[in-house]
């Protein structure tokens, strides 16, 4: 299926926006069913996996010190369960459990608590199941997570209309029908056909002329990167995974690997019109194989309409950004594509970290509560994997040795490259997972299991 450039231009109202909904002060609840349905977007229409029957899913709105409630009903017909992807809750338990199952039919009620200080920002949730991530994410089940607090509270922030951007691409046949990739196509990480924000093929974004509009864009993609770009305007990055940077940092172009979030004001300071919002090319290796040399694509529109009343700054300083002290422990990793050595270019169809593919019954890493440790992700081979780490978000150390401020989950180790990230296990014990957040490497071993001891 192809659809032509701008053909539809869909109008805001379409775009997932968050319903405060009628809880108890403190307490946030949330009923999810995941289970398969016919979508029909405005110019679509598909056979998805679906929670609540809509994509994405509902957005689970809370702020720091509220309690999360939620009942998760599996109407598929295989095993699912809720990863809260960049939360800081336990990883055990009723929380944010990835070793927990739920079967086909079955109920699992999850529980857990904001901590008072925790960021504010956009968090994101999806299954976790290893050998299947990939399927069901790419298929549709994802939603936003607003974890409201002082971010919301500056001026030009609270001021701006705010839109939830869910980046997602399916890949629906000609009947609407989900199309399985081959082992090629998951080696290389698979990619749609069709890119849908929150739900919806090509919106538009209203935007004041002098006003602000405030972007939460959440890469729910398998796959797919996106070098996104606002036509004539500059964005303002005002958080990053984990919450607010210290400064807006102004850029022509951003780019989100799977599983990233960002937070980008855009000011209308342009002769009033329509501006596209694209997805530039980029290669993430793989040879030349799918996505890798992928042309300019339209995601949005960004419209005129209007004027503001007035024009609000957005202030030079955000929220102070602490470094973390120098680590206890240095560990690295090598991630590689195929077992053992002498695998070749091709590489083979198994992903392994350290030479090891994903078993769930082996601790990969043991770290003790309370350290600093910094981690080295090594990628000699050639593609792109985007590193992440449930639990506690880290730090990134550039080139220089200096920390790149900003809390980031998500690492994006080149090919060929290296990256450097540092975090403090903080608050809760327990197993948990770092993982390729290219969904079909984690489902094909390029994952580990991390166990913070108390
Ligand atoms: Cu968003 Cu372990 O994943
Ligand atoms: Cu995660
Ligand atoms: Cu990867």
């Known amino acids: 299926m192809r659809y032509a450039v701008g053909a539809l231009v869909m109008p805001v109202s379409r775009i997932v926006r968050a319903d405060p909904a009628a809880n108890e002060p403190g307490l946030v609840e949330l009923g999810i069913e995941a289970g398969e349905s016919r979508v029909d977007g405005d110019s679509w229409a598909g056979w998805l996996y679906t929670y609540n029957s809509q994509l994405p899913g509902p957005v689970l709105e809370a702020r720091s010190g509220d309690t999360v409630r939620i009942r998760l009903l599996n109407r598929l017909g295989e095993a699912t369960n809720l990863h809260f992807h960049g939360l800081h809750v336990p990883p055990t338990g009723a929380a944010d459990n990835g070793f927990l199952m739920v079967p086909p039919g079955e109920v699992s009620n999850y529980e857990f608590r904001i901590p008072a200080n925790h960021p504010a920002g956009t968090f994101w949730y999806h299954p976790h199941v290893h050998e299947s991530t990939a399927r069901q994410v790419s298929r549709g089940l994802a939603g ?103 400064s807006p ?23 009033p019109g329509a501006y596209r919002v694209l997805n530039l090319p980029y290669n993430r290796g793989g040879m030349g194989m799918m996505g890798a040399f992928r042309g300019t694509e339209v995601l949005a529109s960004l419209v005129y309409d209007g004027n503001a009343d007035r024009r609000i700054a957005l202030p030079e300083r955000l929220f102070p950004f602490d470094a973390l002290p120098q680590p206890s422990r240095r560990r690295s990793f090598v991630l590689g594509q195929g077992m053992g050595m002498g695998m070749g270019m091709m590489g083979g169809t198994n992903f392994s970290i350290n030479g090891r593919t994903y078993n769930p019954n082996r601790v990969d890493t043991q770290a003790r509560l309370g ?16 590193m992440h780490i449930h639990t506690n978000s880290f730090q990134v150390i550039d080139a220089s040795g200096g920390v790149q401020t900003a809390w980031k989950d998500v690492a994006l180790v080149r090919a060929g490259s290296r990256v450097r990230v540092r975090m403090k296990f903080s608050d809760y014990a327990g197993r948990t997972f770092y993982h390729c957040h290219i969904l079909d490497h984690e489902d094909l071993g390029m994952m580990g299991i991390l166990e913070i001891q108390g």
């Open 144 to 246: 936003a997570i607003l974890i409201r607090g002082d971010l919301d509270a500056v001026p030009a922030v609270a001021g701006a209309p705010e839109y939830i951007l869910v980046l997602q691409d399916l890949d629906l046949d000609s009947r609407g029908y989900p199309r399985e990739p081959n082992m090629m196509e998951r080696v290389t990480g698979r990619e749609g056909n069709l890119v849908t924000l929150s739900g919806t093929f090509n919106p538009t974004i209203a935007i004041a002329a002098g006003g602000w509009v405030r972007l939460r864009l959440i890469n729910a993609s398998a796959s797919r990167f996106y070098r996104l770009k606002v036509e004539e305007h500059a964005m303002a990055q005002i958080a990053s995974d984990g919450g607010p940077l210290p």
């Open 371 to 386: 350290d600093v440790e910094e981690w080295e992700f090594v990628n000699p081979s050639m593609m792109d994997h985007p």
């Open 249 to 271: 940092q102004y850029l022509d172009e951003l780019l989100l690997a799977p599983g990233e979030r960002a937070e980008v004001m855009v000011e209308g300071t342009r002769t």
